[in-house]
């Protein structure tokens, strides 16, 4: 079997999943896009037997006061209603009253090879359900100076050489076994063959957060100032072990850091015992269950390893 000769089969059995998401002003069209459905977990309170919960790009239902509407392949013109809507990782969820006979699994970045083939089904400039092939050429990508608004985090995105056109945003990239590796999300247009897709564990987590608590937003931690990824001099390397880490540029008054005892040109190294190497995993790791909850934290300041303790508040944007 070739490279390819697995394609159709693929795009046979799992196509009825994904569909075109359209967004209307009255009778204006807005912008398109893509999405997909995801196997639900259990107890998750959706009614599966009328109802789908499809993953898509918080950039493509951007708006308000809109109308979403979901086309499936063979036509079938559903209203969305959007459950959830986070731009600082450019997820959202939608709910859409039609039972999907072939929801996707999710596979996690762990499991995910340098190399390995991949397909995009999408609606690149309208044309429903395109399909094109690629490889994963690259994990754990971090691109800065894209946001879709303040504190924008595209951190851990896979990188793709499979092509990702406008209204191609928000559908699935999916892998030889059927299963969704990425959601499509972001193509640098001044650069050939440089796509990326948000991972599948960014979207199972959020799903799952949904679930839990049944909210339109993801809610997220603060420590109260502000970081900046920060790479030590060689000689600190050398001395420290330590490549890099997230560098304390200012502290607010009365701020979990101020409590903590921390200063500016102190550098995060450790939070929560998961490694700090830049400030995305930083504000990666601030999340939900961090509110209110005392956390380890590690930090050199002077070139000296030092620990305290931590208490986050939430963030309020």
């Known amino acids: 079997m070739t490279v390819s000769d697995w394609i159709p089969e693929l795009v046979q059995d799992c196509s009825s999943a994904v569909g075109a998401v359209s967004i209307w002003s009255g009778s204006d069209l807005l912008s398109r896009g893509s999405t997909f459905a995801i196997i639900p977990l259990d107890g998750d309170g959706f009614d599966r037997s009328s109802s789908s919960v499809l993953a898509t790009n918080a950039h493509v239902v951007e708006g308000e006061n809109v109308e979403v509407r979901v086309r499936f392949p063979g036509g079938l013109d559903v209203p969305a209603d959007v459950r959830l809507v986070d731009k600082a990782t450019d997820v959202a969820f939608l709910q859409v009253p039609v ?6 699994p999710l596979r996690m970045s762990d499991d995910v090879r340098l190399g390995e083939s991949v397909i995009a089904i999408g609606n690149p ?7 094109s092939a690629g490889i994963i ?3 754990d990508r971090i691109l800065t100076g894209s946001g879709t608004g303040p504190g924008a985090v595209y951190a851990n995105l896979l990188q793709t050489d499979t092509p990702i056109n406008g ?26 063959g440089l796509h990326f897709a948000v991972p599948a564990d960014t979207v199972a987590s959020h799903y799952e957060e949904l679930v839990t608590y049944g909210e339109s937003s993801i809610k997220r931690a603060s420590i109260g100032g502000r970081i900046a990824s920060y790479e030590f001099d060689p000689p600190a390397q050398h001395a420290l072990g330590l490549r890099s880490g997230a560098r304390i540029e200012a502290v607010r008054e009365e701020s979990p850091m101020a409590a903590a005892g921390l200063q500016v040109g102190d550098v995060v190294i450790e939070f929560r015992e998961l490694e700090v190497e830049h400030r995305h995993d930083l504000m990666m790791r601030l999340n939900r269950a961090a509110i209110g909850a005392t ?21 309020n944007d």
């Open 295 to 315: 956390c380890q934290l590690k930090y050199v300041r002077e070139e000296q390893i030092h620990e305290t303790q931590i208490t986050p508040d939430p963030r």
């Open 137 to 139: 050429s690259g994990r």
């Open 125 to 131: 400039h309208g044309f429903e359900c395109s399909v």
């Open 99 to 104: 039972a999907c006979t072939r929801p996707f």
């Open 167 to 192: 209204g191609n945003s928000g559908g699935p990239l999916i892998g030889r076994d059927g299963h969704v590796v990425g959601m499509n999300s972001i193509s640098r247009t001044n650069t050939d």
